[in-house]
């Protein structure tokens, strides 16, 4: 299959559901096309970019063993995500990936998921957390930052001390993710946070 196969794919009118799912339906069945597909999230190709991100959440959500081949060029291209409309997706993928891995505890993912693509995860996330970005993707980068700090045990108190100091003036869906980060990270470190939970207002 070429590229303007895929593009063609892609060149959808909407971001209908229906569209996003008869694109990836497409790209499934010709799996060769996947990787033209990750790149294409990352490459600046106008609208197809954005839309490459997308089906490439779709395809995900349904099974995220199709990134797992393919995270050294996913993570080694995180810093090219900069439009709103990728970085969301692309901000649910690393959330996806660290509930497999973390919480799941997929073996599959474990196998493969390296250091750096974990301190590669925790760089971006921070940067999607306190740069302008949209709640959306800051939620996403929440989560993750979350469980990768049951890892590393640098990241909760830098993660606790963000949304500390953004709640307040945070969106309703900010606050509600952070309290709910904020708690979870209580409960993992009981001994080493003291901060009491902000309230809602």
Known sequence: MTSEELYKELDYATAAKANRQRASQWVLAHPET??????????????????????????????????????????????????DQIVRPIAHLCELLSIAYYQKKDPQLIDVLSETHKIQMTERSFDWLISDQKVACQVRAMTTLYFLGTEFDWVHPELQQIIQQNIHCGSPGYKARGRSVLSQITKYNPDNNREQIPKSK
């Open 34 to 83: 996947f990787p033209k597909l990750l790149e294409t999230c990352f490459n600046d190709i106008g609208d197809l970019s954005h839309k490459a991100a997308w089906v490439l959440e779709f395809i995900c959500r349904k099974q995220l063993t199709h990134l797992y081949p393919h995270l050294n060029y996913f993570f080694g291209n995180l810093q090219n995500a900069t439009k």
